[in-house]
């Protein structure tokens, strides 16, 4: 199987492309990402701490949440999966609550708003075109007309 940028199932996935020199670069993006979020969603606390989102995921970690959502992220190899989970998805089974179509439907909505605001704010967003039989993921660069679509 291939290596690529881990998602977790169940979640609204925005992509970027990320290059850095050293780990200062990584920190400077990860907290603009987390201002534009809140920015654009007032209800997002920073976790004081980020915290691993738990198995099955070992590379995905949750950066705020409000009452509906996590905001996660997750990087390899400069491609970076900027997710909004449900807060009652279960990671591990991908069930869920009664409350989770609310959940889901704001994260829906709240994908399209982020995505746009993190183009306009100069990431360069990515839009996934597939995953070859390897399980390696084929992305561009999204530009021009933002549609805020994959």
């Known amino acids: 199987m291939g290596r690529g940028v881990e998602t977790i199932r169940g979640a609204e996935v925005i992509y970027l492309h990320f290059d850095a020199v050293d780990e200062y670069d990584w920190d ?5 990402i987390l201002d534009q ?36 992220l997750s990087e390899y190899c400069g491609c ?38 993190l183009y306009q704010a100069g990431f360069q967003v990515l839009g996934k075109l597939g995953t070859m039989s390897n399980g390696v993921g084929v992305f561009q660069i999204k530009g021009g007309n933002h549609e805020g679509t994959d």
């Open 28 to 32: 400077i993006f990860r907290d603009e």
């Open 80 to 117: 970076v999966a900027v997710s909004l989970v449900p807060l009652s998805l279960d990671p591990k089974t991908v069930s869920h609550s009664s409350s989770y179509p609310l959940q889901a439907q704001w994260c829906a909505v709240a994908r399209d708003t982020l995505e746009a605001r």
């Open 37 to 72: 979020a809140q920015d654009c969603f007032r209800s997002l606390e920073r976790l004081p701490i980020s915290r691993w989102i738990g198995y099955p995921y070992r590379e995905t970690v949750v950066l705020a949440e409000n009452g509906l959502a996590k905001l996660t």
